[in-house]
């Protein structure tokens, strides 16, 4: 997982706050995916981003979630209003889709709680 | 419903021996698996893959085998060293390109304790 780059490590909001998680993928992958693991369970996917593109956003709570990968910077997952049941690491992925589509590379995840 | 299952919890094997991690899988469109192994407060690492249109992949001393009739797969690690303790997940997919080209679909993970 050397290359994605994730901030911050750790996160406190309190409950309706916002929280706003970046993600730098590796150097050259244009590809970009959030996931999240809740405490126990497996990581589940959310969203998939290409530069300025939403490419699947299947995983996306409907409300509150947002996320974007603009031209320049960073990719933001934003999260508005935060309830406790937010609480969770936030990992991000990218992958170069030419020449090795099929592996995608983890950065070192962003820990959320909601407080 | 569980697309990808990881049934044990945790396994302990002793140092020098293999280690057989097991996952099972129900959507018969998937046609690529993956294992990541993770250490608390870290990312998932990838360790191997394997296609459809395999039985087996080999790298080092990690062996990943599909047996597509039963959906089952299964890593082996060979010999076992006490760095390999960390959660393994199994992951799965299917299609290479396109719109869920990063949906990977995710079991539990297998906690992997491997004792000097």
């Known amino acids: 997982n050397a290359g994605v780059m994730q901030n911050p490590r750790h996160l406190v909001r309190r409950r309706g706050q916002e929280a706003r998680l970046r993600c730098s993928p590796m150097?050259?992958?244009?590809?970009v995916y959030w996931y999240r693991q809740l405490p126990e369970e497996g990581l589940k996917f959310m969203v998939y981003?290409?530069?300025?593109?939403?490419?699947?956003e299947s995983g996306m709570p409907k409300e509150r979630f947002s996320a974007e990968f603009p031209k320049e910077g960073p990719s933001i997952l934003r999260i508005q209003q935060v309830v406790r049941g937010d609480s969770a690491a936030y990992f991000c992925?990218?992958?170069?889709?030419?020449?090795?589509?099929?592996?995608?590379?983890f950065g070192e995840g962003s820990w959320l709680t909601v407080v | 419903d569980q697309q990808v299952k990881q049934n044990s919890p945790s396994l302990s094997v002793q140092e020098g021996r293999i280690s057989i991690l097991n996952c099972d899988y129900t959507?018969?469109?998937?046609?690529?698996f993956l294992w990541y192994k993770k250490y608390p407060a870290e990312g998932p690492t990838f360790l191997i893959s394997?296609?459809?249109?395999?039985d087996k992949n080999e790298d080092g001393r990690f062996t990943v085998f599909l047996n597509k009739s039963a959906k089952h797969l299964s890593l082996h690690i060979v010999p076992s060293q006490p760095g390999d303790s960390a959660v393994y997940f199994c992951?799965?997919?299917?299609?290479?390109?396109?719109?869920?080209?990063?949906?990977?679909?995710f079991g539990k993970g297998t906690k992997l304790s491997v004792k000097p």
């Open positions: 992925a990218s992958s170069l889709l030419d020449t090795n589509g099929n592996t995608i590379y």
């Open positions: 150097k050259g992958h244009s590809h």
């Open positions: 981003l290409q530069k300025e593109n939403i490419i699947d």
């Open positions: 959507n018969s469109m998937f046609d690529y």
């Open positions: 394997i296609s459809s249109i395999k």
């Open positions: 992951a799965a997919k299917s299609g290479n390109y396109g719109g869920s080209q990063g949906n990977l679909i």
